[in-house]
């Protein structure tokens, strides 16, 4: 891992654990989106985390982010009621996960928390978020209240077309969802067909050939090219609006 965990105060005066990485460069013929800029640093990330925690899989995408030249910070979004959480995709542990997502944390906290760690990277230049799954929902939320977020990519979360799909975002916004996401309807009053039909003028609505968490190489709905593409997309978005 290319970073470190480090606690970091929110707006309520809580301080949860954020994993931090700074750009860096790779060798050449190994760069990501095309490395670091000339001065260092294309901006600063907010990467939100699945259900599951910031696990490895959440801190090797802030590297790869970091990668390509982006200061990110991946906050523990259950920190206050479960100190360190992490947990893997079956089991007990998934259990807890969901019961922390599903009742114990509020989701607007999250928000809250996405937007002390876009304020700490503020003032160094523009800032985009990153989210999947819980993250995803999170993060399309955020680019809804947020007053100075550059641009959002949001994957596979649920509560997008469910409860969030009435207004535009205020930055510009991709969201990418899996054709075969059996947790997320395609059709609908509240699926991904009827969000891309609301055409908001900040966002754009991508459909793979996919299942849910197809971004993952952890999980068995892992599909390459569906996360390759969504990837390209995520950062000629980011690029595009300044990073």
Same mark, same amino acid.
């Given at each position: 891992?290319?970073?470190?965990?480090?606690?970091?105060?929110?707006?309520?005066?809580?301080?949860?654990?954020?994993?931090?990485?700074?750009?860096?460069?790779?060798?050449?013929?190994?760069?990501?989106?095309?490395?670091?800029?000339?001065?260092?640093?294309?901006?600063?990330?907010?990467?939100?985390?699945?259900?599951?925690?910031?696990?490895?899989?959440?801190?090797?995408?802030?590297?790869?982010? &970091?990668?390509?030249?982006?200061?990110?910070?991946? %906050?523990?979004?259950?920190?206050?009621?479960?100190?360190?959480?992490?947990?893997?995709?079956?089991?007990?542990?998934?259990?807890?996960?969901?019961?922390?997502?599903?009742?114990?944390? %509020?989701?607007?906290?999250?928000?809250?928390?996405?937007?002390?760690?876009?304020?700490?990277?503020?003032?160094?230049?523009?800032?985009?978020?990153?989210?999947?799954?819980?993250?995803?929902?999170?993060?399309?939320?955020?680019?809804?209240?947020?007053?100075?977020?550059?641009?959002?990519?949001?994957?596979?979360?649920?509560?997008?077309?469910?409860?969030?799909?009435?207004?535009? %975002?205020?930055?510009?916004?991709?969201?990418?969802?899996?054709?075969?996401?059996?947790?997320?309807?395609?059709?609908?009053?509240?699926?991904?067909?009827?969000?891309?039909?609301?055409?908001?003028?900040?966002?754009?609505?991508?459909?793979?050939?996919?299942?849910?968490?197809?971004?993952?190489?952890?999980?068995?709905?892992?599909?390459?090219?569906? &996360?390759?593409?969504?990837?390209?997309?995520?950062?000629?978005?980011?690029?595009?609006?300044?990073?």
């Amino acid at each position: 891992m290319k970073g470190q965990i480090e606690k970091i105060r929110m707006g309520d005066g809580a301080e949860i654990a954020v994993y931090h990485v700074q750009p860096w460069d790779a060798p050449d013929g190994e760069k990501n989106g095309g490395g670091a800029s000339a001065t260092g640093r294309r901006g600063g990330l907010i990467l939100l985390q699945e259900i599951f925690g910031v696990t490895e899989h959440i801190r090797e995408l802030a590297d790869e982010f &970091a990668e390509a030249g982006y200061e990110v910070l991946a %906050p523990a979004l259950f920190d206050r009621e479960h100190p360190g959480f992490e947990s893997d995709y079956s089991g007990p542990n998934f259990e807890r996960a969901m019961h922390l997502a599903r009742d114990l944390h %509020p989701f607007e906290q999250s928000v809250r928390d996405a937007q002390s760690c876009v304020d700490r990277l503020a003032d160094a230049g523009p800032v985009f978020v990153v989210g999947y799954c819980y993250g995803g929902s999170v993060a399309w939320r955020l680019a809804q209240t947020s007053p100075n977020l550059a641009a959002a990519s949001c994957y596979y979360g649920s509560l997008i077309p469910k409860d969030f799909a009435a207004d535009a %975002p205020l930055c510009a916004t991709i969201a990418h969802f899996g054709r075969f996401d059996g947790g997320i309807a395609m059709d609908g009053d509240t699926g991904v067909e009827a969000l891309a039909q609301r055409d908001h003028p900040t966002a754009q609505i991508f459909v793979y050939e996919a299942g849910h968490g197809f971004n993952s190489d952890r999980r068995k709905d892992y599909h390459a090219n569906s &996360a390759d593409l969504a990837l390209q997309r995520t950062l000629m978005l980011f690029q595009a609006c300044g990073g």
